[in-house]
């Protein structure tokens, strides 16, 4: 089975940075397209954005446009998410998992909270 393991996460004050990190294992991980998701607490997963395995990027979800990147580094099985000017409203675990088909089971994800 494959395995998503993210880390990074942390708490920050409105307008910090971090860097969430994705470790893929038991895939052919270059191939595989992987997206970035967040649930917030009392709401739906959602998805933020995607990468294929050539680094081509999916429209990045309206609430994240211009301040999130997500990149990927195929040698090492990782994919990334830049996150800037970060706001109380990207409070939520961060997860990362498989573009398709959709996810059917998830990691534990990563806490992120954005104090104002």
């Known amino acids: 089975q494959v395995q998503y393991v993210e880390s990074g996460g942390g708490l920050v004050q409105a307008g910090g940075s971090l860097r969430l990190s994705c470790v893929v294992s038991?895939?052919?991980?270059?191939?595989?397209?992987i997206g970035w998701y967040r649930q917030a607490p009392g709401k739906e997963r959602e998805l933020l954005v995607g990468?294929?395995?050539?680094?081509?990027?999916?429209n990045y979800h309206d609430s994240v446009k211009g301040r999130f990147t997500i990149s990927r580094d195929n040698a090492k099985k990782t994919v990334y998410l830049r996150m800037d000017s970060l706001k109380p409203e990207d409070t939520a675990v961060y997860y990362c998992n498989r573009l398709y088909p959709p996810p059917d089971y998830w990691g534990q994800g990563t806490q992120v909270t954005v104090s104002s």
């Open positions: 990468i294929s395995g050539g680094g081509v990027t999916t």
């Open positions: 038991g895939s052919t991980f270059s191939v595989n397209a």
